[in-house]
């Protein structure tokens, strides 16, 4: 069973920054991509960016240049620091960790956080 904490949401006004934590624990193995998805009231979930075991990044035009994904291997965390946030960045951001063995795909998700961008 693995599970996914997130934390470091919150308020912040439009140009400020915000960093998202998500520490995962249970068992993940050695080929997984870890990641961030979106969701806005009204809207589907779409993602944000990820990072592979290998280290490769992904990320949404949308969050290009202002959002960077990073993983500790040692701590089995991701964060994604959000610089330059807009109003449209406001949504319930989960974290997301998808793991595989040949002939096995496990898909795991967090709780949520929420973040509001405004004045």
């Known amino acids: 069973q693995v599970q996914l904490v997130e934390s470091g949401g919150g308020l912040v006004q439009p140009g400020g920054s915000l960093r998202l934590s998500c520490a995962a624990s249970?068992?993940?193995?050695?080929?997984?991509?870890m990641g961030w998805y979106r969701q806005a009231p009204g809207k589907q979930r779409e993602l944000v960016a990820t990072i592979t075991s290998g280290g490769s990044t992904n990320y949404a035009d949308s969050v290009k240049g202002r959002f960077t994904i990073s993983r500790d291997y040692t701590k089995n965390t991701v964060d994604l620091q959000m610089n330059s946030l807009k109003p449209e960045d406001t949504a319930t951001y989960y974290c997301?960790?998808?793991?595989?063995?040949?002939?096995?795909?496990?898909?795991?998700w967090g709780q949520g956080t929420q973040v509001t961008v405004s004045l």
């Open positions: 249970g068992s993940i193995f050695s080929n997984n991509i």
């Open positions: 997301h960790v998808v793991t595989w063995v040949p002939a096995r795909i496990y898909n795991h």
